[in-house]
């Protein structure tokens, strides 16, 4: 039998409790610390809503377009903003090259900037239902798709637009631009992936010269609303008007459902690999505000993030996945991490 004194007791219990008490500290050290990381730099804009932002590869060149009919543009990683355009009809998509040179739009008509945004022209005046725009690593290739006439390629920086794929109507579409790796660019040039209205899935690996039916009809009646690939393709994230987050990681063949909620998926965004993946929910056609979620384990779980409740429209993120911007329909733009 070991005896201890009450004196020493007392002081196990003093020395316990001001282990609980330092282990408390920590953690609420740790819970400031993770929120410093996740601290946002959001700023009002009085332009109007925000419909779509893209971003250059290491993320020092972003660019965003307004329902109003303006784009913006910032060369010091989303610091500082300058009106790149103003009353144009390209306004609900934008896209860029890794350089930030090359920069497509997207509205009624087509623009380009080739000059980091200091001015635009237009090279598409063909009023069709666009409903989106990709362009490859050099800004080279570009793909725009609509809701009736299939998807319309240009293989010479926007000069010359030629109908290709299925004559049938796109929601969404992504392009596999480039791999970061080391600041080296390897992988495929151009290899864009494309949703149509009714769900199927189609790939293109040789410029969008021909497009392979992947699968059809993966996701059921639900609409799909937002798509994002690696850059190698093998995983793939698809967003659903009815809140769902599917997941393929073979390249499209096949999906599971990662997440569902009460909200529309408004936007998905991941880093060259996808191990860093980021959506958000909303309804902008109901001004419904929703939330952003995030992963570190490639799409696997997810956390809710607090940048506050917005109808965001769109998330854009660097390739090595160190910045991270969005937009929101309520006029606010800024940079996440």
Known sequence: IIQVKSSNINELVKNSIKDKEKVKNNKNENKQEH??????????????????????????????????????????????????????????????????????????????????????????????????????????????????????????????????????????????????????????????????????????????????????????KDTVTSLETSDFGNLIFVGTQAGKLFRSDNHGNTFTIVQTLDKPISTISCDGSCQLVTYATGDIADNVAGSIYESSDYGINFDEATYGNHVWTKITTSKPGNFIYAVSFSGFVGKIH
């Open 35 to 220: 929120k410093k990381q996740h601290k946002s730099d959001f700023r009002k804009n009085n332009d109007g809503e925000f419909t779509d932002i893209t971003t250059s590869l290491i993320g020092k060149y972003v660019y965003a377009c307004t329902a109003a009919g303006s784009i913006y543009g910032s060369s010091v990683y989303g610091k500082e903003w300058f009106k790149s355009a103003e009353n144009v009809n390209y306004n609900d998509f934008i896209t860029t090259d890794y350089t930030g040179r090359y920069i497509y739009a997207i509205g009624t008509t087509i623009g380009k900037s080739d000059n980091y945004g200091q001015s635009w022209i237009t090279v598409n005046k063909v009023d069709n239902d666009w409903t989106g725009i990709s362009t490859d690593r050099w800004g080279q290739w570009v793909y725009a798709i609509t809701t009736d006439k299939g998807i319309y390629v240009a293989a010479d920086w926007g000069s010359t637009w030629i109908q290709r794929g299925p004559i049938t109507g796109f929601n969404v579409v992504d392009t596999n631009r480039y791999t970061y790796s080391e600041f080296q660019l390897t992988g495929p040039d151009s290899n864009a992936w494309a949703i149509t209205a009714t769900n199927d899935i189609y790939n293109t690996a040789d410029d969008g010269v021909t497009w392979k039916l992947i699968s059809t009809n993966k996701f059921g």
